[in-house]
């Protein structure tokens, strides 16, 4: 066949909510994602990663099927989907099912008003996923609903309110499930509170939702539906500008064209073809579309199997083996239920429901979850190629792959056959990935025994492993040698020696993790072992005892439940007013905007004419000289205009916040990979990645190449200054203690993953060098300042304005001061618009995050566990520029006591300067990790004194009117009020015997709990960084118009400001409008940072509201009946200036760093948490099962915001502490650039009971209405889940009789956990049981 015969147009016909598009030039290359958003403007969907690993882009996909009449609706990711895959279908995206300006949806209304967005960029995603849903299960289940999710990231919510918003569709009871004394919350909510404060557990009210009507949906077009039935089906082909798609509706043309083009994939899901163009660089002028012919979709249930079409769906497949496993009996049905275990977690609901069988088993990824499970199970493939059919078993690919066994590239796989499972037939499948859900596998397996007929003798065994090497691997040899072995000890000692020696990991893939890889390997089989021997108990138990009672519960899997959980705040006083909206759960104030899609981020605000794209070019070296950057391909790329570098920045290209400068463009050398080099511009997003890939730059090695805080150590190359800190007299306490233990632990750095990736847009306005600058940023007046001084103009020609960002967590400040700087450079240099959005992998690559840490310590302690000594030093990874990694260093050792009075200690920080992209601000700001080092040791002393962790912390707390390590008072008596109310509601001591009598009972499976106090003082260290502005009009209608100088960015600080100047105004918030944060209406703001936002804007705002209201006092005086409306009409005709400003001076905050003394803090802000989990020893795998914490905010102006930001902070520390992973490589070259590779918890990480109280009846004179600030503190008690894990991996290493204390680094994956499991499997693969233990521990003791 030719492509001849299609070479005039072919329209695409396709609609999008409810709107026919007919597309002429359709563009294979083109994706549902930026066809969306660029040429419908339909700017809802969004982009988070472009891979299929966020589900920020989820849309409805619904299809017809004329055969079956049936419509089937799913989501998708746009970011995957081409446009061309969807000729007859209809598209739905989140403008389709409600908007403001018509109705809105009940999924958009419940999500916005149960509190379920705080930045909003995940919302319409997510809004999409649960819709999608409920067009399928009106009334779903929790797990449906839970599965639905699976695809879908927040980094903000902590999903806990997204999911109460879910439960109000669900079939079940919304019971808080906490059988705590038999009886659920709800039976016995008095028990849980203070008894002297009135308390609120209602955050929303469901009376207000709109029900559910399914019958309001859109329906699927008619005219699509004509289509399909009457339009004789025929071959399609698009041509794009490189590419050309054909989709074939019969297998004999489908041949033709493979033969004709053999190098041409075949794509029907995308999702491997689609990642590898985006990411690896991969072109296929030709992609042939088999999706529509009916071969490829066969569904054909045999006497011996099941038939699956190759184009079949994974969730197509997932229903049809559902279906299959209710039908017929057990005995046949092992291989759909083992398939089925793999398909519930392979990926999210987006994938499954457009990757197929056929693309996942020919990929041959060794990530693949079917081909080891369905090699293993013999099932068959069924082949063509043209005059060819042919039957080979899947396992002969992977036994050998050669000879009959491959599969040529004229042919194409048309079905699979999985067979039925048989008498005395055993099959199961495993997997460990570093994300229970959705995400790729570490280490899968498929494993299948036949005995002899009524024996335990081995008959036939196939064992295939995933993950360990390129492809899927068959251990053939030991399979082979195990035939005719008795199913007992020694066969399954043989087993994994064998095994072992066969799949021969090769060492370099990957350092640590070939070990763990092993371990995995050999663990699988004996979780194998065990689940058949219990099977073999069934069949016979006289012949067969089975396992121990403690073995069997490794035999279950975790599973992801719909969490349930309570959340407490103090309700207001009876007496306020009821228009009053100071402390009330109030809604954000963009949550419906956020969730119909209307809420604009920068990528949304709509094109200027003439406007060029931007893309960076970045160093692939860590440290290097620039010999030559050569643009001429580039430039000749289509649609480019230019390519900017160093020379052309008018004025400032580095910045000397410090002694070494912060760069734009890098000039001569580069010092991280992923510097910014030089950037192009073109006519489009598509154009100039194509251009940017283009441009060649030559680099001489430097040295040295310093990556890592040993290597900056050896070279003595640090930020200056070092700090440190004395107190009390060290060496003398050394002398006099009991004990002394020293020690380290390594913290890993977190990448922000804000789902807003860095964005600017530069406007040059044409005269006087003005420039608007409209960027994702939470320092507005950082990006003014730099801009102006990258183009040497004054600050007053740059205006930068921020409507909202899409998460920040302190990623976006001087780094978008650089990237802004970069977009003003270009549109400076060709006068146009200039658009700069980061694509993920760029931003991870190019931003930093937090800084990787290192503690070591020396801690002095009696035997009744008081400490006396401590001799401390942090060193923090703060990569090639300073940023604020000095700033960081020293908060590390100010927050470093925690909640804990050490008389006498010593601590240095040091900001190590490395050869990595430079670290910067991230949540927290260095106290998470400083702390966990703290932590560490206290857990260490509880070890070595045989006294509990919290006993330890409990003696060591700060008590009444002591000080700090640098002289600062403290009031910790609510301190102790939150450790008790924690210790109380989450009844720590019976659920610690409760955790010690599981263990007992339970082998492979272990509980661990922990609960950890927390102070966080609350300062910026100095008065000028927390002054503050606002601005006030009052129009003449009475409307206001309010802004002040803080950025919401999720934390809902815009609607605690109107809250705030409603209830000064005294009038209801509908009346007070924010529009933007602008360097135009408040000068010089301060970032938003630190947890102080509210605590200073509030003060400003409340200043110039009370200005205002001063101005109107004589007129309401004299007409104390009137309206407002009367007396803003009356203070206008008596020229009363309506518009005031309000400022506010910032704390008297200061540090005498050469005194070691001072006020840095204004206020402190306490908490305590108590986490539970469980692990599975064999695996490494865990469960969150339980977390409650207090939380001291003061008097919240928001208790729903406050309790989302307390939330979100605690699953961002889950991260940090438990999953989130930054590798690279030994040329420093960072790895984990997507979803993909970073795992940040997803909805089935979050514990299953998840209970926050704010404590009641707490003052703070320094803030706002008595408040607190809360956006960082939470993060840190993620940390109660760590030393959970820590404590569970304990007890199983003294039920193992292992006497070296385990101390885990951070974050504490299922390697560690793995590891720190030691048993027979680690030390058959280890070799030595010394070598998980920490060099620096087992030196000491
Ligand atoms: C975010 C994300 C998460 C994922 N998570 C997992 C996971 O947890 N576990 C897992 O196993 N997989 C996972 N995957 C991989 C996914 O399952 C596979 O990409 C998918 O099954 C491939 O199917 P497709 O239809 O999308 O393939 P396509 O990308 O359309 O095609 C893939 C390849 O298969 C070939 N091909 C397809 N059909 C045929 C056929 N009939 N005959 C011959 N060749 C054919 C094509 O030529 C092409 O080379 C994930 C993918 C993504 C993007
Ligand atoms: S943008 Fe599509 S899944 Fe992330
Ligand atoms: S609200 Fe979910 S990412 Fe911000």
């Not at 992609?287 to 190759?310: E, Q, W």
């Not at 001799?871 to 604020?884: H, Q, R, S, V």
């Not at 309000?1142 to 948490?1169: C, H, I, S, V």
């Not at 989302?1204 to 699953?1211: L, P, R, S, T, Y």
Request: hydrophobic share 35%.
């Amino acid at each position: 066949m030719s492509l001849r015969g299609a070479a005039g147009a072919e329209e695409l016909i396709f609609y999008v909510n409810g709107r026919k598009i007919i597309e002429q030039n359709a563009d294979p290359e083109q994706m549902l994602l930026s066809y969306l958003r660029k040429r419908l403007h339909l700017t809802g969907t969004k982009y988070g990663c472009g891979g299929g690993g966020c589900g920020a882009c989820t849309v409805m996909i619904s299809t017809y099927e004329p055969a079956s009449k049936k419509i089937r609706h799913y989501s998708a990711n746009a970011c995957l989907l081409p446009i061309c895959s969807l000729y007859g279908a209809a598209v739905t995206t989140v403008e389709g099912i409600g908007s403001t300006k018509t109705r809105v949806h009940p999924v958009q209304e419940r999500l916005a008003k149960c509190h379920g967005s705080q930045c909003g960029f995940c919302t319409p995603g997510i809004v999409m996923s649960i819709y999608t849903l409920l067009r399928n299960h009106p009334e779903p289940t929790s797990e449906q609903m839970m599965e639905a999710l699976a695809g879908n990231l927040c980094r903000c919510t902590g999903y806990r309110p997204i999911l109460d918003a879910c439960k109000t569709f669900c079939k079940e009871s919304v019971c808080c499930e906490r059988k705590t004394n038999g009886k659920c919350c709800l039976d016995h909510k008095d028990d849980l509170f203070d008894k002297e404060a009135k308390v609120s557990t209602r955050l929303f009210s469901t009376d207000e939702f709109q029900p559910l009507d399914p019958t309001q949906e859109l329906i699927f077009p008619p005219e699509l539906m004509r289509m399909a039935e009457n339009q004789p089906k025929r071959t399609l082909f698009f041509h794009g500008e490189r590419m050309t798609w054909i989709s074939p509706v019969s297998l004999d043309e489908l041949l033709d064209l493979k033969a004709a083009y053999p190098k041409a994939p075949l794509v029907v899901g995308n999702t491997t073809v689609g990642p590898e163009m985006k990411f690896k660089g991969v072109f296929h002028p030709i992609v042939i579309a088999p999706a529509r012919i009916p071969d490829l979709n066969v569904v054909k249930c045999t006497d011996d199997g099941l038939t699956l079409g190759a184009a079949c769906s994974l969730s197509l497949m997932k229903d049809i083996l559902t279906n299959a496993i209710s039908e017929f009996p057990e005995e046949k049905t092992k291989v759909f239920r083992a398939v089925l275990q793999q398909l519930r977690t392979l990926g999210g609901e987006q994938i499954r429901n457009v990757a197929s069988l056929g693309g996942n088993i020919i990929s041959k990824k060794s990530t693949s979850d079917l081909n080891p499970i369905l090699a293993a199970s013999n099932s068959i493939l069924n082949l063509a190629s043209r005059g060819r059919k042919r039957q080979i078993p899947l396992s002969g690919i992977f036994a050998d792959g050669l000879g009959n066994n491959a599969i040529t590239p004229e042919e194409i796989l048309v079905s699979v056959h999985i067979p039925h499972s048989r008498k005395g037939e055993y099959i199961s499948a495993f997997r460990q990935a570093p994300r229970r859900e959705n995400a790729l596998p570490i280490t899968n397996a498929g494993m299948r025994v036949l005995f002899e007929e009524g024996t335990d003798i081995i008959k036939d065994l196939s064992i295939f492993y995933g993950g360990a090497v390129s492809t899927t691997i068959c251990t053939k040899q030991t399979c082979w040698t195990l035939i005719r072995r008795h199913w007992n000890e020694q066969m399954l000692d043989e087993a994994c020696r064998l095994i072992l020696k066969e799949i021969a990991l090769p060492c370099s893939a990957g350092g640590e993790e070939v070990d763990y890889k092993k371990t995995l390997v050999v663990s699988f089989f004996y979780r194998f072992f065990l689940e058949v021997l219990q099977s073999l108990r069934i069949t016979d138990p006289c012949h067969y005892p089975g396992i121990p009672m403690e073995y069997r519960s490794i035999l279950q899997d975790f599973k992801t439940k719909m969490p349930q959980g309570i959340q407490i705040y103090q309700d207001i006083e009876p007496n306020q007013s009821p228009q009053d909206p100071v402390g009330r759960p109030i809604m954000h104030q963009s949550g419906i905007k956020h969730a119909t899609g209307e809420a604009v981020y920068i990528d949304d605000l709509p094109s200027v004419d003439g406007e060029l794209f931007l893309a960076v070019v970045t160093s692939s070296r860590a440290h290097a000289k620039i010999v030559s950057i050569d643009t001429s391909e580039a430039l000749k790329g289509a649609g480019v205009f230019d390519v900017i570098t160093a020379h052309d920045v008018p004025a400032t290209n580095e910045f000397y916040y410090s002694d070494d400068p912060e760069i734009i463009f890098a000039r001569n050398e580069v010092i991280c990979v992923g510097q910014v080099v030089c950037a192009v511009v073109a006519d489009s997003d598509v154009h100039v990645k194509q251009a940017a890939a283009k441009v060649k730059i030559e680099y001489e090695p430097l040295e040295p190449v310093i990556l890592t805080i040993e290597e900056a150590i050896k070279h003595n190359s640090f930020f200056e200054p070092k700090r440190t800190l004395e107190h009390g007299d060290v060496d003398q306490a050394f002398e006099t203690v009991d004990n002394i233990i020293e020690g380290e632990i390594r913290i890993g750095g977190q990448e922000h993953f804000y789902m807003e990736t860095q964005s600017v847009l530069a406007i040059p306005k044409g005269e006087d060098k003005e420039m608007d600058v409209y960027v994702s940023t939470q320092h507005p007046a950082i990006i003014q300042e730099m801009v102006a001084a990258s183009l040497g103009v004054p600050a007053n020609r740059i205006m930068c304005h921020v409507k909202r960002v899409g998460g920040a967590f302190g990623g976006k400040l001087l780094k978008a001061g650089l990237l802004a700087s970069v977009a003003a450079v270009a549109a400076n240099k060709t006068n146009r618009a200039v658009r700069l959005i980061l694509s993920r992998g760029d931003d991870m690559l190019i931003t930093g995050g937090r800084h990787p840490f290192i503690g070591k310590y020396k801690v002095g302690f009696m035997n009744d566990g008081r400490i006396r000594a401590l001799d401390a030093k942090y060193y923090i990874n703060g990569g090639c520029t300073p940023d604020e990694s000095v700033v960081v260093a020293e908060v590390s050792l100010l927050k470093m006591d925690n909640a804990y009075k050490i008389p006498n200690l010593r601590c240095w920080a040091y900001a190590c300067k490395t050869n990595l992209p430079s670290n910067t601000a991230f949540r927290g700001f260095g106290f998470p990790q400083a702390a966990l080092v703290t932590e560490t040791w206290i857990t260490g002393v509880a070890d070595k004194t045989g006294l509990s962790p919290e006993k330890i912390r409990e003696i060591n707390m700060y008590k009444e009117n002591e000080q700090t390590h640098f002289k600062q008072k403290l009031d910790p008596q609510n301190l102790m009020r939150c450790w008790n109310e924690c210790m109380e509601k989450s009844a720590y001591y019976s659920r610690k015997t409760a955790v010690n009598e599981f263990n007992k009972q339970n082998y492979w499976k272990k509980k661990g709990i922990a609960i950890v106090p927390m102070k966080f003082p609350i300062g910026l260290g100095t008065r000028y960084l927390s002054q503050a502005a606002a601005l006030v009009h009052i129009y003449t209608d009475g409307s206001v118009l309010l802004t002040h100088g803080g950025i919401e960015m999720g934390q809902g600080i815009h609607t605690k400001m109107i809250q705030v100047a409603s209830r000064e105004l005294n009038i209801p918030m509908s009346y007070i409008h924010f529009c933007e944060t602008s360097t135009t209406t408040v000068p010089n703001a301060c970032a938003s940072v630190g947890s102080a936002g509210t605590d200073v804007n509030g003060m400003a705002v409340k200043d110039a509201c009370q200005t205002l209201l001063k101005r109107l006092q004589p007129i309401i005086n004299k007409n104390p009946k009137g309206t407002w409306n009367d007396w803003i009409k009356e203070a206008f005709e008596q020229s009363v200036s309506l518009s005031a400003t309000g400022y506010f001076r910032g704390y008297n905050e200061n540090m005498d760093w050469e005194k070691g003394e001072g006020q840095p803090f204004t206020y402190f802000l306490y908490g305590a948490a108590c986490s539970e989990v469980e692990i599975n020893c064999l695996t490494g795998d865990h469960k969150n099962l339980r977390t409650d914490i207090v939380m001291d905010v003061g008097c919240s102006i928001n208790p729903a915001v406050d309790i989302g930001q307390i939330e979100g902070a605690f699953v961002q520390g889950i991260g940090l502490y438990t999953m989130e992973e930054l590798k690279y490589s030994p040329e420093g070259v960072l790895y984990t650039r997507g979803p993909d590779q970073y795992k940040i918890p997803a909805v089935c990480d979050i514990p299953e009971q998840f209970s926050v109280s704010l404590l009641s009846s707490s003052q703070n004179p320094y803030a706002i209405y008595s408040s607190k600030g809360i956006g960082e503190a939470g993060l840190f008690l993620g940390c109660s889940v760590f030393f959970a894990l820590r404590d569970a991996v304990t007890s199983a290493r003294n039920e193992r009789g292992l006497k070296k204390t385990f101390t885990p680094n951070s974050p504490l994956t299922a390697e560690q956990i793995r590891a720190g499991c030691m048993d027979d499997f680690t030390e058959m693969v280890i070799g030595s049981l010394l070598l998980w233990i920490s060099p620096v521990e087992h030196a000491a003791e």
